[in-house]
């Protein structure tokens, strides 16, 4: 579970809708097959056959992966997973070898960069001399 801003929830809503369902009205397992026949005609007409190898459980462990390398906080990954056993979500931790803890440092020195710093990922860190400092992972 994540959350979802109102911008999200307002084009959810503002979808032709044939059912109640966001996905439509086939079984998972339609869904599965649709988003299957869309990966093998990109793979190929991008020549990457590592595109099949994603699967749908890959998005869950991408987002449960990023989340543990941004936070280092096992007990919040658990969280969003929904885990009851923090045995299950340890796998998360080994998934990636993330080399160094790199960074990308701006400044702001206004409202207006703090928002685009703010939307392109970079987290604040602190202020000096009424300039801020914010980073992003590389």
Do not use: C
């Amino acid at each position: 579970m994540f959350k979802v801003s109102a911008k999200v929830i307002a084009m959810i809503n503002n979808l032709p809708k044939k059912s109640q369902l966001i996905l439509g009205t086939e079984s998972l397992g339609g869904f599965r097959w649709k988003f299957d026949l869309k990966k093998r005609k990109l793979a190929e007409t991008l020549q990457n056959p590592r595109l099949l190898q994603i699967k749908l459980h890959t998005f869950r462990h991408w987002k449960a992966t990023m989340e543990y390398h941004k936070t280092k906080d096992i007990l919040h990954v658990q969280q969003l997973l929904g885990h009851k056993r923090i045995d299950s979500t340890l796998v998360y931790t080994q998934l990636v070898t993330f080399e160094s803890d790199e960074y990308h440092v701006k400044t702001s020195e206004s409202l207006d960069e703090d928002k685009e710093l703010i939307q392109a990922g970079f987290e604040p860190m602190t202020e000096r001399d009424g300039v801020k400092i914010y980073r992003k992972r590389k």
